[in-house]
């Protein structure tokens, strides 16, 4: 039986896939529509941060089959992770600055 800690971390993470996933697409269909530039810093910050999350999902401690990670490995996930959410923020923050 799976614990409720391992489910909880699946669901969240299903829950950040699907709405930077639809936030992703709706950027990337008003880039198409607008023919803003800017707008296309957005749709690669959204995409950015959705890949983070897959990152995690497949990599995380429990979720492979080779046993727990290192600490070192873990680090390395983490920052990874967060570097891409980074990233993805700054590429948004970057958009925003660009829209006048």
Do not use: C, H, K
Request: glycine share 8%; net charge negative; charged share 10%.
């Amino acid at each position: 039986m799976i614990d409720v800690e391992v489910w909880m971390f699946v669901a969240s993470n299903l829950l950040v896939f699907a709405v930077g996933g639809t936030l992703t697409v709706l950027s990337y269909r008003a880039q198409r529509r607008f023919e803003q530039t800017s707008l296309r810093y957005t749709t690669l910050g959204f995409a950015l941060i959705t890949v983070s999350t897959v990152v995690e999902a497949f990599y995380a401690p429990g979720m492979i089959n080779t046993g727990p990670l290192t600490d070192s490995q873990l680090l390395v996930l983490y920052t990874v992770e967060s570097g891409l959410i980074g990233l993805g923020l700054a590429s948004v923050a970057y958009s925003v600055l660009q829209y006048e």
